[in-house]
């Protein structure tokens, strides 16, 4: 159907009321229907009768300062419940403004639908003011876009793009010519499907094959990712019963307690040079949920195993030997059954536990090292030190990164949210006020440099606008760090990324935050723990020691 030409004939009154709704309203019902409970954006004249239908219903719009923010927080929410984050912008500037939060879901693999407003559509493809070929625009980023070209469209469209993000663990997109929404459309919202997939079952013999491998060991290491979350315990029994080394990669940071006596830190920039000496000198790995390995810190000649519930995730950035699609859940388990009573390589566990007193040692040397302005080290202890057993930490993207991943010991119950593969400055804010807004009894912090906060610092009120008590804790060294310290090891100026701040807490107070003020860690415990327990947002400001990040190569990423 052409749009409005049926229009007249669709009169309410003359067909079953179940029927007929708006395209709005639909698609709003449609969204109600599989769980949604929140859509963050920034109003624009292409989707007005969408928040008309919005504000009919039980989701929430959440209005933010800037679509970036919005995609930001959409990808949060689906990082920590699993669930599908949505956002909308306008047409034009509100579509380019959502893609860097959009390219954060996108590499690291968490379902977001992005629903953008298009001009008229009788303007489509003409010279209109903000008109831009959409489906164009996201294709890199998108595993499925659309334009809704009739009213009649509107539940098979939603229902794909929705269904596809979920299963992909993907962004989709979906664009509304603005004239569509308050057409009338005839059919019914789709309840979502009862999804029972089955188990999957190995057969022995695969999994036979693996434990065969393992077997062959003498220097066994597990590296776990996020993947791996469900199935925290069972990466501890595995490494018990093989007798490995355990090493985290960084969206893994925090779901692992810490006092695991096989733990040795992460790999990459803010990992343990001991995780890397341990790799070095592996003989077989077995990578569970994770496929994230930073280049350079592949071992040559250990055989790899590689478990991942995506047979696409299996060997695309280094060689494996052996991939396992499925949970990590059904699969270790199953390892621990067929390795148990397996004798281990005690020479290699007295080595590991070596390598853990001195990555230790030099943990505890950097984390306590007092004065003014802090050691960032000092900082994330601090942190360490004062949030909550169960906190969820949602860390920006700079040296305070590193920092965190090289000193912070989690109690295994915090979750911890990065922009982990797209790697943007500006995710810590708009995170940690969807995580808040999500689980308003969870307590959540936001580490953020100060050029990260710089970036979304407009939003610090909507952190007011909806009493969201958030800590946001400014690691301020005066300079765009982690870019400097490349400068500075690849002997480049230095042009740039020094930075010319606001007072952060006359910002946040302005903004209506309660703001401290730390500059010598004497204060630093204290201070964090009052900010922690006060009940609206708070940001605390603390003046850091500008160091270059130990190790710092040019190359890395
Ligand atoms: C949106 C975006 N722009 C630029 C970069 C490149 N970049 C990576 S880290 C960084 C510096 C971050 O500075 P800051 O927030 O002050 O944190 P610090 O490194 O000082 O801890 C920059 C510019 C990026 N990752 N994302």
């Not at 489509?124 to 595993?143: H, M, S």
């Not at 993907?170 to 919202?189: F, G, R």
């Not at 690849?490 to 302005?510: C, I, R």
């Amino acid at each position: 159907m052409i749009p409005g030409t049926e229009q007249q004939s669709l009169q309410a009154a003359t067909l079953p009321t179940m029927q007929i709704m708006t395209v709005a309203d639909t698609f709003v019902k449609q969204l109600e229907a599989w769980g949604v409970q929140r859509i963050y954006g920034v109003v624009g004249d292409t989707f007005l009768d969408f928040l008309d239908a919005v504000q009919r219903s039980s989701i929430r719009f959440v209005a933010v300062k800037h679509e970036g923010t919005a995609a930001f927080m959409a990808s949060a929410e689906a990082k920590l419940t699993g669930r599908l984050g949505v956002c909308i912008a306008t047409s034009g500037p509100g579509m380019a403004n959502l893609m860097n939060g959009l390219g954060d879901a996108d590499q690291d693999r968490v379902p977001v639908l992005a629903i953008t407003g298009q001009v008229p559509t009788k303007k489509i493809g003409t010279d209109t003011k903000q008109y831009l070929d959409q489906q164009v625009f996201i294709e890199p980023l998108a595993a499925y876009s659309a334009l809704l070209a009739a009213p009649d469209a509107t539940v098979e469209l939603l229902t794909k793009a929705i269904h596809t993000a979920l299963e992909l663990g993907a962004v989709t997109h979906l664009s509304v010519p603005k004239d569509l929404w308050a057409m009338l459309q005839t059919n019914a919202v789709r309840k979502r499907p009862q999804m029972v997939k089955g188990v999957l079952e190995f057969n022995p013999q695969d999994v036979g094959q693996a434990a065969a491998i393992m077997k062959t060991a003498k220097q066994p290491v597990v590296v776990a990712g996020l993947g791996a979350r469900e199935a925290a315990a069972d990466v501890v029994r595995l490494c018990e019963t093989w007798g490995a080394g355990l090493i985290l990669s960084l969206g893994a940071k925090g779901m692992i307690d810490e006092n695991c006596p096989q733990l040795l830190g992460g790999i990459g920039k803010g990992g343990s040079p001991q995780a890397s000496q341990l790799l070095k000198k592996a003989d077989v790995v077995l990578l569970a949920g994770d496929s994230w390995w930073p280049e350079g810190y592949v071992p040559e000649s250990a055989r790899l195993i590689q478990i991942d519930y995506a047979a696409a995730n299996i060997g695309t950035r280094f060689h494996v030997e052996l991939g396992l699609v499925g949970a990590t859940g059904q699969v270790l388990p199953e390892l621990v059954k067929r390795l148990a009573g397996q004798e281990k390589n005690e020479q290699w566990l007295t080595y590991i536990g070596r390598q853990r007193a001195k990555w230790q040692a030099q943990v505890e040397q950097e984390a306590t090292t007092e004065g003014t302005p802090v050691h960032p080290a000092r900082l994330v202890r601090a942190l360490q030190n004062t949030v909550a057993k169960d906190a969820v930490l949602c860390v920006d993207t700079g040296d305070h990164t590193v920092w965190f991943n090289r000193i912070f010991a989690g109690s295994g119950e915090q979750q911890t949210l990065f922009s982990g593969t797209w790697r943007s400055m500006g995710f810590g804010l708009p995170a940690a006020m969807a995580c808040q807004l999500i689980e308003p009894e969870r307590q959540v912090v936001a580490l953020v440099g100060d050029g990260c906060l710089g970036m979304t610092l407009a939003d610090l009120s909507t952190a007011v606008r909806y009493n969201l008590p958030i800590t946001v804790v400014v690691v301020n060294n005066g300079n765009l760090q982690m870019e400097t310290d490349r400068q500075i090891v690849g002997q480049h100026t230095t042009l740039g990324s020094d930075l010319t701040n606001p007072d952060f807490v006359k910002v946040a107070e302005a903004c209506g935050l309660a703001g401290f003020r730390v500059t010598d860690s004497a204060e630093l415990d204290k201070t964090l723990e009052q900010a922690l327990a006060l009940p609206g947002p708070v940001l605390v400001d603390v003046a850091t020691l500008p160091l270059t990040f130990p190790n710092t190569s040019p190359q890395e990423g």
